[in-house]
């Protein structure tokens, strides 16, 4: 952590420091559509910025993201399929934030 900013991931195997940890997972359904899963450990909200990359494109695309509760998980939802996600600019919040979904 730096301030209220999160950065110097690392892929874990097992996880050592539940604290301060962040799981993400993209799983497409049956039907082809595309969820992803973010699993926020830390004991503040966060909030990040997100891209994505569907199949029929070659660049990535501003997605919009909600804010992730502390101890919850949030949940982001495509009816088609993703080749790929881009999070970053991980930050923290305060109780008092916003906590409006943005792009």
Known sequence: MEG?????????????HPEKAISAK???QEDGSMWLVLRNLF??????RMGMMPF??????????C?????LL???R???PIFQ??????RLLDDSSNMTCTE
């Open 4 to 16: 209220d900013r999160l950065g110097n991931f690392k892929l874990v195997t097992s996880n050592e």
């Open 56 to 65: 029929d494109h070659e660049n990535r695309l501003k997605t919009s993201i």
């Open 43 to 48: 004991q503040r909200h966060f909030k990040v």
């Open 74 to 76: 949030g949940i982001e």
């Open 67 to 71: 804010p992730v509760r502390a101890g």
């Open 26 to 28: 993209l799983k497409q």
């Open 85 to 90: 996600v881009w999070l970053g600019d991980f």
């Open 78 to 80: 495509w009816p088609h």
